[in-house]
């Protein structure tokens, strides 16, 4: 077969190079430019040759040995997750490919604090990806969504508090629940009841009651929650409470302000 002919041959089937014995440079070329995958099978490829093949197909970065920033760059262009292909990427790499996507994080070993916030807060759910996260990136990730918790293996007390805050579904991706922990999550989020409330005594929710809605620093949100709650009512078969009484005898002056300010909505 003529140098013609397998010209032909590579410009019709490119990973026919791999076959070739010694091709030339122009053979190479060709071949790279149709499909730059075939870089796997050229032998010490000129700098042109692993751009062109880049150029053609970005996963063609995993067959190139040493690439420069620019190659990576414009690899990373083309999708998140090229990363996957990247031999030592450089630091603007990772954070260009996390910028696309935070489940980019995947591809980045030992990734730093900073990098594991932009991760969160792109895709909170890149946190699956996050062998020993941060406190602060878990915190991200809760404060983004709820059910981040559920992908964090050893949730501080404070990022399951966070978790909870946000919405009290966040209470079946607690690990360890324990009499406690619910007592604690209730403080801060009064709706967990719904979820726990065969769990709990009168007593032990009147208790929590009293210590948030008598400090004036009460939540708003709090006040109203708990106001609005379906489970807790003076005709409730399970948790009778008058609950404008309640405020009213034990309740912080703010905490007044917002049952009056509830009540009138109800007018």
């Not at 000129?46 to 062109?52: K, N």
């Not at 360890?176 to 929710?205: A, M, P, R, W």
């Amino acid at each position: 077969m003529d140098e013609a002919q397998i010209i032909k041959s590579i410009n019709m089937n490119p990973p026919i190079i791999k076959m070739i014995k010694n091709p030339t440079d122009e053979m190479k070329l060709l071949a790279v430019s149709k499909n730059g995958l075939v870089l796997e099978y050229i032998k010490e490829p000129t700098r042109q040759m692993e751009e062109i093949a880049i150029n053609n197909n970005p996963r063609a970065i995993k067959f190139v040995s040493n690439p420069t920033e620019d190659m990576m760059i414009k690899a990373i262009e083309s999708g998140w997750n090229i990363l996957e292909y990247i031999k030592n990427p450089t630091d603007k790499v990772m954070a260009l490919a996390i910028e696309q996507a935070g489940w980019a994080i995947q591809y980045v070993k030992e990734p730093s604090e900073a990098l594991q916030l932009s991760a969160v807060r792109k895709n909170y759910d890149a946190i699956k990806y996050i062998k020993e996260p941060y406190e602060s990136v878990q915190e991200e990730a809760v404060r983004k969504s709820y059910d981040a918790l559920k992908y964090i293996a050893s949730p501080s007390p404070i990022v399951e508090r966070i978790a909870i805050k946000n919405n009290e579904s966040a209470i079946h991706f607690v690990k360890e629940l324990d009499q406690n922990k619910i007592l604690e999550f209730l403080k801060v989020n009064i709706l967990v009841i719904k979820h726990v409330g065969s769990k709990l005594t009168q007593d032990e929710v009147e208790d929590v009651l009293k210590q948030v809605l008598a400090d004036e620093n009460v939540e708003e949100k709090y006040v109203r929650d708990f106001l609005n709650c379906n489970m807790i009512d003076r005709n409730s078969q399970t948790m009778p409470i008058d609950k404008i009484l309640f405020i009213y005898r034990y309740g912080s002056q703010k905490a007044k302000k917002i049952a009056v300010d509830e009540r009138l909505k109800m007018l």
